[in-house]
């Protein structure tokens, strides 16, 4: 058969595009969606490690709370630190590694190498035949087929993530092709090498008592990794010990190399944040701090280890993420359904105040759902945006189109009485009058506010807030749980506002459905902490998804941002573009950390002893 007519019958057949996957397509050893991979096939280690950097000693970190799974793949239970709910953690490798280097690139791991086509429609990853579990057994790919359908099925976070994955199957002896049920989702290539492989033969064989494993549920067991780092020891609820993996397979994989200098990392468990403080003070039991708490980072660091250089504060810049931090309303609850309630919780919060008071001016204001980032909405929308809001017009606030979305201002005496009474305004239009000082429904019913937590520091930046709703008649109070009440109260979306940081990468995609979507509303232990079920906010994550390049991609999120900013389901708080660090003077540094994440510290190295 002529080559012409052979490729015309099975383009009608459908059959050209896996034609050309098997014949002509490039295998890529990296893949970016934000541009050319930085380091070319063959690259030694990122540019910033130090490739000579010695191994040995322990890292010392601490954590809060308790654990009580080393399974962090289940709904259930909490699991030790070092453990991911999404990704590896230190425990297992992915099938790609995300770069610290770049943002939205990813290079070759399990996968040594990656091929798709320009539709997008399906991915085959190559694996590395060097690849083995910690037992010596290679990885294979049956267990990434394995770890795909298992994970997909029992976990709310993978099931949202590779929702549009419909297929994995065996196509090479070394090959694993992943279909997609749409064409144009450029991203989701990318995102299949996030994919976490678990070894098979171990969750499906038994343990020392004879007992059947089963993946879908809490364990103590220490389980069979693949990574850097495996677990030596647990004291369940207390401390957990990682031990360096001597004969590690890809320890000289370009993105590992300089890296995991530590021969062990170990995280002791206190009960709070102050706790950890004075562990940190102490020394020997927490290495290394990231700093998040203006006041301490500007009055506290005076203790004598800072006086006499034993600890060393540091900052760097930080662009690897846009953010939403926030006070998320849980809108499946009826107080929170009408949007005039939700602006005007926004009218109560005073920032300017906090930040003066209690911040030293060192935070920004959050006014988009991708703070930080160029993705970031202002001002009235480009031509651009106005084509893809003008498929949801109608259904979203008209102040999307004619109006910049700006957050109350906080500057003057005068503008505290202004904003609360126009947040009193608000609120009466929605059917709630102050009486007897208290805001109150038709029905008599007092309008009630709990602010639910983990951490007794939210107390601080809270309190402020509680007092601005107490003056408009609000019974506003915080809650403070343990770790484990807390995980489960927000795994069944047991609150009525938990703050709360989601973070955001340079080029989004399907993590927005499980962030925004209708989808994920009530699926339980998702991140739409809000409840959002907008028919149209699912069309415009949809042209997130779908965006055919990086500039449709920056209108479509753009769009979002401007929908999900005026539809009030959170009230922003704040950001900084610099991560403060203090670290006792045990460690040598490379001469530069990662610029797109900011900080390495497994690029670290603990100094040998002269």
Known sequence: MKTALRIMLLAGLGLYSSLA????????????????????????????????????????QVAVGSFDTLNPYVVQGVAAAGLANFGGGRLYDTLMDQSMDQSSTSYGMIAEAMQFPDDFSWVKFRLNPKAAWHDKT??????????????????????????????????????????????????????????VVLPK?????????????????????????????????VNPGKSIIWQRAEDYWGKDQPTQVGRNNFDQVKYEYFLNN???????????????????????????????????????????????????????????????????????????????????????????????????????????????????????????????FTKPYKLPVFDTPQSMRTNLRHAIDLFAQAGWVVKDGKLTNDKGEVFTLEFLTNNPNEERVVNPYINNLRRVGINASLRVVDDAQYQA?????????????????????????????????????SKNYAGIKNPAIDKLI??????????????????????????????PQWYSDTINVAYWNKFGLPDKQPDYAGIDPFSWWVKPKP
């Open 138 to 195: 290679p990885i294979t790919v049956e267990d990434v087929i394995w770890s795909f359908e298992t994970l997909k099925k029992q976990s709310p976070l993978y099931n949202r993530y590779y929702a549009d994955v419909v297929k994995a199957e065996k196509t090479g002896d070394n090959e694993v092709t992943f279909t997609f049920d749409k064409s144009g989702n450029r991203e989701l290539p990318n995102i299949m090498g996030d994919l």
């Open 201 to 233: 033969h171990w969750w499906q064989g038994k343990d020392k008592n004879g007992k059947q494993r089963d993946i879908s549920r809490s364990t103590l067991e220490i389980p069979l990794g693949s990574g850097a780092y495996k677990i030596a020891s």
């Open 542 to 571: 949809d042209r997130v998804v779908y965006a055919k390049d990086h500039d449709e991609l920056v209108a479509a999120t753009r769009a979002l941002d401007r929908v999900l900013l005026w539809n009030y389901y959170t009230v």
């Open 21 to 60: 996957s098997a014949q002509d397509l490039p295998w890529r050893h990296a893949n970016s969606l934000t541009g050319e991979p930085k380091y070319a096939a063959g690259f030694k280690h990122y540019d910033y490690v130090n490739p000579d950097a010695p191994k040995g000693g322990t890292l010392n």
């Open 489 to 525: 109260r927000v795994n069944d979306f047991d609150y009525d506002i938990i703050t709360t940081v989601v973070a955001q990468s340079q080029s989004p995609g399907n993590e927005q459905r499980e962030m925004w979507s209708t989808q994920s509303a009530d699926l339980k232990g």
């Open 274 to 400: 102050d706790a950890t403080w004075e562990a940190f003070k102490k020394g020997g039991i927490y290495d290394f701090r990231l700093e998040n708490i203006a006041q301490r980072w500007k009055e506290q660091y005076n203790f004598p280890a800072v006086e006499r250089g034993d600890v060393i504060k540091a900052s760097f810049p930080f662009h690897a993420a846009g953010r939403m931090q926030g006070a998320f309303l849980n809108t499946r609850k009826a107080k929170f359904q009408d949007v005039r309630v939700r602006e005007a919780l926004n009218w109560v919060f005073d920032f300017e105040s906090m930040n003066r008071l209690l911040f030293f001016n060192q935070y920004k204001r959050i006014e988009s759902y991708f703070a930080g980032i160029d993705l970031a909405s202002s001002g009235l929308p480009s031509p651009e945006e106005l084509k893809i809001l003008e498929t949801v017009r109608g259904e979203v606030p008209e102040a999307v």
